[in-house]
């Protein structure tokens, strides 16, 4: 009797368990990372508008607006696959949207933290 007791146990135990959560999406990284993926190789992408872009944005950024159709293809089109990609936005919301469409496309993808408004205040420097 124990050993149908602890069998159904087992059984309930391992319908109870819920499947594995999917891997969590790495935080963004701060400044200093940034510039350390920029020095190893890395492409720099930019993804507000064109507007935001010419009131100033990181040296050796491509622009690739996150909110137009069509950007994953643009993206694509754009980036090697085959080098890491750092994404920045304003602060941080557009980013991840795009940054979340490039992994799931293959390519290896950070976030800046707070987006080059945290670039700024670090007293980085911006071209226009």
């Known amino acids: 009797m124990k050993l149908l007791t602890l069998t ?3 059984l ?3 319908h109870s368990i819920s499947p594995a959560a999917e891997p969590a999406t790495p935080a963004p990284i701060r400044i200093e ?3 350390k993926q920029l020095a190893d190789g890395a492409q720099l992408l930019d993804v507000r508008t064109k507007e935001e872009w010419d009131e100033g944005h990181l ?3 491509k622009l690739v607006t996150v909110t137009e159709d069509g950007f994953l293809e643009k993206a694509k089109a754009t980036l090697d696959p085959k080098k890491n990609v750092v ?3 304003r602060t941080g919301r557009r980013s991840a949207v795009a940054v979340k469409q ?3 496309a293959g390519f290896t993808v950070h976030d800046l933290d707070g987006g080059i408004t945290a670039w700024q205040a ?3 420097a911006v071209v226009k």
Do not use: H, M, N
């Open 122 to 124: 670090a007293g980085k």
């Open 12 to 14: 309930i135990s391992a």
């Open 59 to 61: 040296k050796g950024a």
């Open 33 to 35: 990372q940034v510039e």
């Open 102 to 104: 490039l992994r799931e």
């Open 8 to 10: 159904t146990a087992l």
């Open 87 to 89: 994404v920045y936005c």
